[in-house]
């Protein structure tokens, strides 16, 4: 055992990790210009950490170069591996002379790393965002194989009527290989008519006609009008898919959701409850709700994100909910009801990320004011953690945060946190 960590207790930082447990993004080589932004964070076979990245090009070296998406690679314990890349760092666009940027990392089960992003495409003297993508092999070169040219990128461009969501998109692999995104758009015009979408892709990057017919699938519930949002999707046995995210019953009052497909996009309506077959939404007072993550658990599913809205003036809580495989109330968490948590009465808490460890306990952070916080399988904080289950990263807040299991039963956390020169890429590990 490390001394430096031997009479440390679990949510302490592990002060073995980069410079008193904090690993800052200054450290990326100085080609890359000021902008360092941490998109995603992925934990390697070898215990490497590998981090998508939002960069700006050192104008010194590169004048006029647009931003562009990157990928930096640390060693276990923090140290930027100038053996990947050039000096540490691969950067690229998704389009030439395109503003790019990185997203959510996720390693395929044939061992090639994919990518989310986005381009911005100019359209009229204005750079819109459109949803990318970007796959590599093993080592690191873009795959050819991948995309309709064969450049190893995919850009799935807006149709005439929306404006794609960079802010929220996630990744994963169903068993077969095939790849689910699900992310958000917006109407041309009104920025609140948004509409959850979830895709499903083929791992040469084309779309899957048998899901939903055309590879897309509209999130709308009962209500064909009705604004939506998606989060987070988890692939099941037997291709089904559960999404989470929330509806818009009423305009500007989202509800919070979980969702069941079978494997063609249909719904699956024996999920949920009798009179919203397919559906199982979590009203709290007259606040808004959403989901932001779901995590997959013995009994079914723990749905993590908040409820009350992040407006100046108001104050969002963190809110948990325990839902059976079959999608019920989860009565052997917090007694099936929603678990509410704030630490504060000034702070802002949404979990945005989280993971269960083999034991059960549920690990979480949060936006807003970001704290990290342990909770056992049946809700209650988790005590031998931090203070009372939690730990307060930082005084001012993040929008949002990556959580990160490791082999060691170590905690990552990531996130990009503000300072003089603006934000910046951060990320600190923990003792689990």
Known sequence: ???????????????????????????????????????????????????????????????GAPPSYGLARLSPDGILDKDFGVDGVITDNFRPKESSKGGRLLRLEDGRLFMLGSVGINE????????????????????????????????????????????????????DGKLLICTEYHEWGNAYKTTGILYRLHTNGTLDTTFNGNGRLEIKGQDPDAATGLKACLAQAGGKIVVVGHICFQPGLGTAVIARFHNDGTLDKTFGRRNSPGYHTVPVGGLWTQF??????????????????????????????????????????????PLITKYTSETETSWSDGYMQPDG?????????????????????????????????????????????????????AANVGGIGGSIGSLRRYLG
């Open 292 to 337: 932001n993550n779901l995590l997959s658990t013995p009994r079914g599913f723990v749905a993590t994100g908040k409820a009350g809205e992040d407006e100046p003036g108001t104050v969002s809580q963190g809110m948990m909910v325990g839902i059976t495989k079959e999608g019920l109330e989860d009565l052997d968490f917090n007694d099936g009801k």
């Open 361 to 413: 306990k549920l690990v979480l952070s949060s936006a807003g004011r970001p704290f990290l916080s342990r909770w056992l399988s049946n809700g209650s904080p988790d005590t031998e953690f931090g203070t009372d289950g939690a730990v307060l990263i930082r005084d001012t807040g993040v929008r949002s945060a990556f959580v990160v299991s490791r082999p060691d039963s170590k905690i990552l956390w």
């Open 1 to 63: 055992m490390n001394p430096k960590n031997s009479t440390r207790r679990a949510g302490d930082l592990d002060t073995t990790f980069g410079t008193d447990g904090e690993v800052s993004l200054s450290i990326l080589p100085t080609y890359i210009g000021t902008d360092r932004l941490l998109q995603g964070v992925l934990i390697l076979p070898d215990n490497k950490i590998l981090v998508g990245l939002g960069v700006s090009i050192n104008p010194l070296i590169g004048f």
């Open 124 to 175: 009229g003297g204005t750079s819109i965002p459109h949803l990318a993508m970007a796959c590599y092999t093993e080592d690191y070169k873009l795959d050819t194989t991948f995309g309709g040219e064969g450049t190893g990128h995919l850009v799935i461009e807006n149709s005439s009527t929306e404006i794609y969501m960079s802010r929220y998109a996630n990744v994963t692999q169903q068993a």
